[in-house]
């Protein structure tokens, strides 16, 4: 590990990744302040940028750095305007408003700062850990497992989406696979739905599909219920110093909830918004008294879990796609996206076949959470400024990036038509309660399930693989109790009301 | 019938014709060498109509309305039984803009079709000081230009077709 450490050291500690990790903070965190875009549309426009870099190791370097700047830059516009930028820092908004309001902006914005800084590093220290004790189990699978394993991250990714919810995230899975068959298979060069048209012979461009996801449906939400950006100017931004008796009350706090929002973050579909609402709902239920009542109103507490819990989630989040090749999350879904652009495969032989790329990520990501403390500390009155920028500038040019994120890539005006086309298509889905993450998930694991799927078919000479390899059965059938279980669990319970009431 | 439920139901239309495309109309132009593999390139779509339809049937016939379990409305919210109250024409307008940049982006060039695009979208949502817009315009479309193409080498036609 420490050979490991070197290399990363010697690769990430040049001038020119120094300054992509200071670039990609200070983009990350200025973007992520406006309202409506989150990490993942922030990455999404940052992709063009990061291909056009060419080395993969400074384009993830880049693009991870852009990841914890987002999640900083919206907790910072949720505590001085109760705008959460980003649905990771909403939690943030409980406690960091209120404590805005009773004019201490100043400390919330410190404690959100050092909390973030906490868990970053921490989770990165149990990343180190744990990632190559990952790996090497990893190298075990093969393409049986990995079919069955895509299969259960596509589960598990449904089966926490909430109650409710697991059927409406299956759906959006399958039709993110469905798109992903598009275009021509690797398998036999054939192409399959493209209707004669040229544009769809290569399929769809994963971008495009982001960007009309999750930029498009936000930018037009905030164009049709303004009060959704209230981007009126905070307060004063007074007194950033905290107490000493306020650093011992939140230390086991941020110690609590780094652990438990990186072990969340590790989880396939969970990622940083989960991490914070349970962060914020663990630490509510162990205060004691006085201080249980204070959630809510400005507890110091209150702020520093969910802003621990958040960043070490997005820390978490990249063990699955540094050491199995899948994406927890949109965000990284997305990254995973980028890497295989730049001709890098995640997975288990990453840390084998390219360890500079690796660990030159782990240490970036050690002077990427110092970066943003250095950034955050002084430069916290300058930067709520560009949140008094008024929407009908705001709103175009968010829009305009949209829009370019997808044409730079491809320079063609045909891909931004049907950039339009899907993002009002997931309008209308988001206005119907439909999770949009799963779908861009489905869709960017879908030619690597068919891959491996066909090959192990191939292999076996059919479906046989399934019961000829006990690991892969024993995956699917994780799958499936994953998608029932949620079900199972509501209808107990209703069961069990029914009957509560029958006894009445 | 809730909007959720006839977005499963359009998504069961989809699959019905996704898997059509599959079933019956794919394996045509298969290659007889090809015919004797144990998977085909229709082989996980076939799979994918089946699973499709089974869950959009499940969600078309669970799926719950939540009007009633949501009572509280906040402003951030988007919610569409509140579809009336919001700007719905500036949307559209602005979506249409968006086909119009796409449409425009060969013929009238990058700069041209930018700040065109910047400046009516501004008006669009109800900002008509031409003399502090139109600068902007200029400025992010000309710098973002020479970023795309300068610095990164990416080639973006800057002028209308027929003056380059």
């Known amino acids: 590990m420490l050979e490991g450490i070197l290399i990363g050291l010697a690769t990430a500690v040049t001038p020119f990744n120094l300054v992509m990790v200071v670039l990609g903070c200070v983009i990350g965190t200025l973007i992520g302040m406006l309202p409506g875009l989150g990490p993942m549309s922030i990455i999404a426009i940052m992709i063009p940028v990061a291909i056009g870099i060419g080395d993969p190791t400074s384009a993830l370097i880049l693009l991870s750095g852009v990841y914890y700047g987002a999640i900083f830059g919206g907790s910072t516009s949720s505590i001085l305007l109760n705008a959460p930028g980003v649905a990771g820092t909403v939690a943030t908004s409980f406690d960091g408003y209120p404590m805005a309001r009773k004019g201490q902006a100043g400390k919330a914005l410190t404690i959100a700062a050092i909390a973030s800084f906490a868990g970053g590093t921490i989770a990165t220290i149990l990343l180190m850990i744990f990632a190559p004790a990952l790996s090497t189990v990893a190298l075990l699978f093969h393409s049986a497992e990995y079919f069955a394993l895509m299969v259960v991250g596509l589960s598990a990714i449904a089966a926490f989406a909430g109650t409710g919810q697991v059927g409406k995230a299956l759906m959006m899975t399958i039709l993110g696979l469905m798109l992903g068959t598009v275009g021509e298979g690797a398998l036999s060069n054939m192409p399959r739905f493209t209707f004669g048209m040229m544009e769809l012979q290569s399929g769809f461009s994963f971008i495009t599909l982001a960007m009309a996801m999750f930029a498009l449906p936000e930018a037009l939400f905030l164009v049709m219920n303004p009060a959704r950006a209230a981007t009126d100017a905070g307060g004063k931004i007074t007194g950033l110093r905290i107490t000493r008796a306020e650093a011992r009350a939140i230390a086991p706090v941020i110690g609590r909830q780094s652990l438990q929002g990186f072990f969340i973050g590790v989880l396939p579909g969970a990622g940083a918004t989960i991490a914070s609402f349970l962060g914020y709902a663990v630490e509510r239920n162990i205060a004691k008294g006085k201080e249980q009542e204070e959630f809510g109103h400005g507890s110091i507490k209150g702020l520093a879990a969910p802003e621990t819990a958040n960043n070490a989630a997005c820390t978490g989040s990249f063990v699955p796609l540094l050491t199995l090749g899948i994406p927890g999350s949109g965000t990284t879904a997305i990254l995973l996206g980028a890497l295989i652009a730049l001709n890098v495969t995640p997975g288990p032989r990453l840390m084998t076949d390219e360890p500079d790329v690796f660990w030159a990520v782990i240490i970036s990501m050690y002077i990427g959470n110092l970066v943003l403390l250095i950034l955050n500390l002084p430069l916290i009155p300058y930067i709520a400024k560009i949140l008094t920028i008024p929407r009908t500038y705001l709103i175009p040019f968010i829009l305009f990036f949209t829009l370019m994120g997808s044409y730079i890539g491809q320079n063609n005006p045909t891909e931004l038509l049907i950039l339009v086309a899907f993002g009002v298509v997931a309008t209308i889905l988001r206005f119907a309660d439909y999770p949009l993450a799963p779908l861009l998930i489905g869709f960017i694991l879908g030619t690597m399930l068919e891959d491996n799927f066909a090959r192990a078919m191939q292999l076996y000479r059919g479906f046989g693989f399934i019961l000829e390899r006990p690991m892969t059965l024993a995956l699917l059938v994780t799958a499936v109790i994953l998608v029932l279980l949620p079900s199972y669990r509501a209808r107990r319970a209703r069961k069990r009301a029914e009957g509560v009431a029958d006894g009445d | ?164």
């Not at chain 2, 089974?54 to 951030?76: H, M, P, R, W, Y």
């Open chain 2, 1 to 164: 019938m809730t909007l959720d439920r006839w977005i499963a139901l359009a998504f069961i239309a989809f699959c019905c014709v996704y898997g059509y495309a599959a079933f019956f109309t794919m394996d045509q132009s298969l290659p007889r060498i090809l015919q004797r593999n144990p998977v085909w390139p229709s082989t996980f779509p076939k799979m994918l109509a089946v699973a499709g339809i089974i869950v959009g049937l499940i969600v078309l016939f669970t799926a719950k309305s939540k009007a009633g379990q949501q009572t509280e409305k906040t402003d951030g919210v988007m919610d569409i039984t509140r579809l009336g109250e919001y700007r719905i024409g500036q949307a559209l307008a602005l979506v249409a803009l968006m086909l119009a940049y796409a449409l425009a982006l060969r013929p009238l060039g990058f700069l041209g079709s930018t700040v065109l695009f910047l400046v009516l979208g501004a008006m669009i949502l109800g900002e008509r000081r031409l003399q502090v817009l139109v600068p902007v315009a200029v400025l992010a479309a000309g710098s973002i230009w020479y970023l795309v193409q300068e610095v990164l080498g990416i080639f973006l036609r800057p002028w209308p077709a027929f003056l380059l």
